[in-house]
C-alpha cells in the first residue's frame, strides 16, 4: 500500500482529537484522567522533542550560516536587510492589528461580570533601559543559555563564533565547519525520525485542549478570536501575499508547497516544531542555505507577524473591556512599545500571552484581561504561529532577492511545486 502522505496523517490527528476531546467534554466521568494522565502527555512529548532539537539546530545554523560564506561583510550586509524588513513588517502586523481592534471594537458590550476567570499570576517588571536589555542578551555562560533555551543569547554567541571562525584561515576553521555542519545534519535526521510521532502528538493536544475547554467556554470572546483571525487572513492574503507578486511568487502556490508545516504549526501551536522543515524546504526550493541558516532563526526571534497582530488586537480588546479610551498619540506609543516586547519571543505554545502582560503592564492598562484571554488563547494561538511560519518562510525570499541570488530550485514534482 501506498503510504500516507504526513499532512494527512496530522489531518487525521488532529480531526481524532477534536472528536475525543468533544466526547470527553460532554461525558465528564473520566474526562480529567484522562486528559491528564493519556491526551496531555502524548502531546508534551512531541513539543519536549521537537525543543530538544531546535537549539542545536539554531546553534548549527547560525554558524554555518555566517562561517559559511566566509566573508563578515556580506554578512553584516545581509544582517541589516533582514532586521530592516523584520522590524518593517512586524510594525505594518501590529498597526493592521490596531484598526481592525478600532473598527470592529471587540472589547466593547462584552459583560465581564459573568465570566470565570482562571487566576493568573504575572510577574511585572520595571521598564528597562536599552543598555540593559543588551545586557540580559549577552550570556555569562552559554551553557547555561543553551540549557535553558535562550534564543537571542545563543544567537549572539553563534554570531561571534561564526564570525571569529570567518576570521580564521582556512585551514584552521574548517575542521570546526566540518563538525557543525556533521552536527547538523544529524540534527535534521533527528527530526525526521520525530516528524512520525507527529500525528500522535497533535491528537494528544488538541484533544487535551478540547476535552478542558470545550466549545461553549469560546462563545463569550467569539468576537476578540474572529478579529485575530480576519486580521491573520487579510495579513496573509494582502501584506505577504503583495510580497509575494513583488517577488514574483504566487502566496497561494507557497501555501501549497508549505502546507505540511502549517498544518503542524496550527495543530501543535508551536512554531519550533516546524522549523527544521521549514530550512530544508527552502534550501530545496533553492534559497541558499547561508541565507537559510541566518534569516530563518533571526525570524524566529524578531519576525513574528501572527504573534504581532494579537499583540494590537488583545491590547485594545483589554482597552475597550475596561472602558478605557486611547487616544491616537497613545496607540502610536503602543506600536512603539509593542515593536520592541514582540522581538525575542520563543516559538513555544503561549509566549505571546507574557509579551501581552509586558504590553499592557507598559501602557498601564489592567492586568486582569490578561486572565480572559488566556482562556482561549489555545485556539488564537493555533492561527498566529501559523502566520508566524509563514511569514518566515517569505523572509528568506525577500533577502535573496535583496541580495540578487537566482534562485535554483531543486523541488520534486510532488512536492508541488509553486508556480
Known amino acids: 500500500m501506498k503510504r500516507i502522505p504526513l499532512v494527512w496523517q496530522i489531518v487525521a490527528g488532529l480531526l481524532l482529537g477534536v472528536l475525543v476531546g468533544w466526547y470527553l467534554n460532554n461525558h465528564p466521568l473520566y474526562q480529567q484522567w484522562v486528559s491528564a494522565e493519556i491526551l496531555k502527555p502524548l502531546g508534551d512529548i512531541f513539543i519536549r522533542m521537537m525543543k530538544m532539537v531546535v537549539v542545536p539546530i539554531v546553534f548549527c545554523c547560525m554558524i554555518l550560516g555566517i562561517a559559511g560564506g566566509g566573508d563578515n561583510t556580506s554578512f553584516g550586509r545581509m544582517g541589516a536587510k533582514a532586521m530592516a524588513y523584520f522590524f518593517a513588517i512586524t510594525s505594518l502586523a501590529i498597526v493592521l492589528g490596531l484598526c481592525l481592534a478600532n473598527l470592529f471594537e471587540p472589547g466593547v458590550g462584552t459583560d465581564i461580570s459573568g465570566m470565570t476567570t482562571a487566576t493568573v499570576a504575572l510577574k511585572t517588571e520595571p521598564s528597562k533601559g536599552a543598555l540593559v536589555i543588551v545586557q540580559n542578551i549577552v550570556p555569562d555562560n552559554i551553557f547555561v543559555a543553551l540549557t535553558e533555551a535562550k534564543l537571542l543569547s545563543i544567537l549572539f554567541f553563534s554570531v561571534l ?46 484533544g487535551a485542549t478540547v476535552a478542558t475547554f470545550g466549545f461553549a467556554s469560546l462563545l463569550p470572546l467569539l468576537k476578540l478570536i474572529a478579529v485575530v483571525y480576519l486580521a491573520l487572513v487579510m495579513f496573509a492574503l494582502v501584506v505577504l501575499g503583495g510580497i509575494c507578486y513583488w517577488l514574483g511568487e504566487n502566496i497561494f502556490a507557497l501555501i501549497r508547497y508549505f502546507r505540511d508545516e502549517l498544518i503542524l504549526a496550527f495543530s501543535s501551536a508551536a512554531s519550533a516544531a516546524v522549523m527544521p522543515q521549514l530550512m530544508n524546504k ?20 524578531f519576525n513574528l507577524d501572527g504573534a504581532s497582530i494579537f499583540l494590537g488586537v488583545a491590547t485594545l480588546f483589554v482597552a475597550q473591556l475596561y472602558g478605557i479610551d486611547l487616544s491616537l498619540s497613545q496607540q502610536v506609543l503602543l506600536v512603539v512599545t509593542m515593536v520592541l ?38 485556539i488564537i494561538d493555533s492561527g498566529t504561529t501559523t502566520l508566524n511560519v509563514l511569514g518566515n518562510a517569505i523572509a528568506p525570499l525577500v533577502i535573496a532577492r535583496w541580495e540578487k541570488v537566482e534562485l535554483v530550485r531543486n523541488v520534486p514534482e510532488k512536492t508541488g511545486q509553486p508556480g
Do not use: C, H
Open 282 to 301: 527552502l534550501e530545496a526550493y533553492g534559497v541558499p542555505r547561508r541565507i537559510v541558516s541566518f534569516v530563518v532563526p533571526v525570524g524566529y526571534a
Open 161 to 206: 563564533l561564526g564570525m571569529a571562525l570567518n576570521a580564521l584561515p582556512r585551514e584552521r576553521s574548517a575542521p570546526v565547519i566540518t563538525v557543525v555542519q556533521g552536527l547538523s545534519d544529524a540534527m535534521f535526521k533527528v527530526v525526521s525520525f520525530v516528524m512520525v510521532y507527529a500525528p500522535i502528538g497533535v491528537f494528544g493536544m488538541i
Open 341 to 378: 516586547t514582540s522581538k525575542g519571543a520563543a516559538g513555544v505554545p503561549g509566549f505571546a500571552i507574557i509579551i501581552l502582560s509586558a504590553t499592557l503592564a507598559s501602557a498601564g492598562l489592567p492586568l486582569e484581561g490578561v486572565a480572559l484571554i488566556a482562556g482561549i488563547f489555545r
